[in-house]
């Protein structure tokens, strides 16, 4: 159980999404599964069996593989892939259906609030159509979507329309739930220009990018809060 403070901003140790090192390279001693004393392959001469004598040279017990790097570094199992041993990329079409999905219900949450709020997105008069967006309107929205995405991911990983297609965000360096600052990073950069500038189009630049970025397929908020989106079917 995660011994992390509420709102500390790490992901939990026993979060089930994290990162898991390869089998070989888990829990035990070292020297559990030597051969006894006399039998087996002697090492090399001039190798020291407990610092510098793997075969190029590395801790045969810290280094994690012939390499020299860890299990999530540029050694082991993991040869420099921050992806390795998580669930393969969610397609971007996917992801695009559940941001519409998104938008629509929040957006419905933000139309009930700015009639509640009397906020009107168009004064009309008998000789007049003024269109102009309002800062109340915008303010309200923003602040629903912002906390509508970070709540939801933070804790989950997913908002409802990633729940309902099968996908969720994850750390790029670790796969794990995202932190409440992580997530709090990429909402601000989807929604705050989407709210008081730019709407739709700014929403089609950022998610749009994933499907040309290559290799992780981030939008551009993804690339700010160094996340992914990953499949969970």
């Known amino acids: 159980m995660s011994t992390e403070p509420p709102g500390s901003g790490q992901p939990p140790e026993d979060d089930p999404f994290r990162k898991q ?11 559990d599964a030597q051969p006894p004393y006399g039998s087996g392959p ?14 190029q040279g590395g801790d045969p017990y810290g280094s994690g593989g012939p390499r020299g790097g860890g299990p999530y570094g540029s050694g082991g199992h993991y040869p420099g892939d921050p ?47 003024e269109f102009g967006k309002s800062f109340g309107q915008s303010l309200i929205a923003a602040v629903l979507y912002i906390a509508y995405d970070t709540v939801m991911i933070s804790r989950t990983g997913q908002t409802l329309g990633k729940k309902w297609l099968g996908m969720r965000v994850a750390g790029l360096d670790d796969g794990a739930t ?22 739709c189009v700014w929403t089609a630049i950022s ?20 996340t992914v989106v990953v499949s969970t079917d």
């Open 42 to 55: 002697q090492p090399p001469p001039g190798g020291d069996p407990y610092g510098s004598g793997g075969p």
């Open 21 to 31: 090192p390869p089998p070989d390279e888990g829990s035990g001693s070292p020297y």
């Open 83 to 129: 992806l390795a041993g998580m669930p393969p990329l969610a397609p971007s079409g996917k992801r695009t259906l559940a941001r519409i999905i998104d938008m629509i219900m929040v957006g419905i949450v933000v139309w009930l609030l700015t009639l509640a709020f009397n906020v009107h997105e168009y004064s009309i008069d008998d000789n007049n159509i």
């Open 178 to 199: 995202p932190s409440v600052q992580t997530t709090l990073i990429r909402s601000a950069v989807l929604w705050i220009p989407f709210a008081f500038c730019c709407a």
């Open 207 to 226: 998610g749009g990018w994933s499907y040309f970025d290559k290799p992780y397929k981030q939008g551009l908020h993804d690339k700010a809060a160094k």
